[in-house]
């Protein structure tokens, strides 16, 4: 069964440093998601990247984010100069259609700011 | 205000009991959908139920929507330990509907 996969599982930073989170969407899908949870709240959207652009995206994706599909299969986003506050699980997603279909999840990576 | 509310926040049954979980939500929506997520793991997309639908059913699972309400159950029948985790309700918003705006779940505990 087709999965959206991502890498890497855990990422310990230091404060002021950045990451790229990488993710793989399934393969013939368009519409691509990343989403954070902090520990013990809700999953929360950050933007939602389409046919090479960015098409929505939330008020917590500041200057600090980025998102880039570099080529056909990854998907990424960039955080620069982390804070702790921005120590929490990021799950890409990605689906056929627009939100509101069915969208498919990755197992998430543990974002840790230290 | 939050799309997707559900209730109880916490529900804890017995192996065989069944369970149900329910979302309110604030806009007019094209489809509602409730996902899974074990502890620490990425979410599982359980069913979609459309506008239009009033009941959707998968295997175990029974889903319905009143549109008139804003609001829509999951039903969990003769429940499981596996089922223990946390089930959040979803809706599509912005412009285009782009994005999914998930409730705050409810967690779920089942004692075998």
């Known amino acids: 069964e087709p999965e959206v996969t991502q890498t890497p599982s855990h990422q310990v930073t230091q404060m002021g440093q950045e990451v790229i989170l990488r993710c793989v969407p399934i393969?013939?899908?368009?519409?691509f998601y990343w989403y954070r949870q902090i520990l013990g709240q809700k999953v929360e959207f950050l933007v939602s990247f389409y046919n090479n652009e960015i098409s929505e995206k939330s008020e917590i994706f500041d200057d600090q984010f980025s998102v880039e599909r570099p080529d056909g299969s990854n998907f990424t986003l960039k955080i620069r100069s982390t804070k702790l506050e921005d120590s929490a699980m990021y799950f890409c997603?990605?689906?056929?259609?627009?939100?509101?279909?069915?969208?498919?999840f990755g197992q998430g990576t543990r974002l840790t700011v230290v | 205000s939050q799309q997707g509310e559900e209730d109880p926040q916490a529900l804890s049954i017995q192996e065989g009991e069944n369970a149900t979980m329910n979302c309110s939500y604030k806009?007019?929506?094209?489809?509602l959908q409730w996902y899974r997520q074990n502890s620490g793991r990425g979410l599982v997309h359980l069913i979609l139920i459309r506008s239009n639908e009033r009941e959707k059913h998968s295997g175990r699972l029974r889903v319905t929507l009143d549109t008139s309400k804003k609001s829509s159950s999951l039903l969990i029948t003769a429940s499981r330990a596996a089922d223990t985790a946390s089930y959040f309700c979803?809706?599509?918003?912005?412009?285009?509907?782009?994005?999914?705006?998930f409730g705050a779940g409810t967690r779920l505990f089942v004692k075998a």
């Open positions: 979803a809706t599509a918003a912005g412009t285009g509907g782009f994005k999914t705006i």
């Open positions: 997603a990605s689906s056929e259609s627009r939100g509101g279909t069915e969208a498919f």
């Open positions: 393969s013939n899908h368009l519409y």
């Open positions: 806009t007019s929506i094209n489809n």
